[in-house]
């Protein structure tokens, strides 16, 4: 899991952010890419693509509006990038983090 030293974000408060990962299946549940992005004032967890596990390494490109609080500003940010599958034990919800990231990521305005 990586995520990638450059990320994006827009006038409208829209955040990119890419990386790598690569993990295996393990089953049928499925599995996800988690970010969040922190900056000076501002913290916002913004979800992420569903992941392919087939060994292989991929790419991953995630674009977040959030649509409440504070925008996040260009410069430089936290960026936390998980790949967290989603099971259950018994019938309760079972996530099991399989890989992280962190690093301070640039985020750059997009040219219009």
Known sequence: ?????TGTVAK???????GTYRCK???PAPV???TS??????RQELGGPAARCDGARHTWVHHANPRSGPRMRPGPAEVDATLLRLGTRGSLP???IL???RHTVDLRPVAV
Do not use: C, H, K, Q
């Open 1 to 5: 899991m990586t995520v990638n030293p």
């Open 94 to 96: 079972a996530p099991t």
């Open 37 to 42: 992005v922190r900056g000076e004032e501002v």
């Open 12 to 18: 409208d408060g829209t955040i990119t952010l890419s």
């Open 25 to 27: 299946a393990a089953g």
């Open 99 to 101: 890989a992280t990231d």
């Open 32 to 34: 996800f890419i988690s």
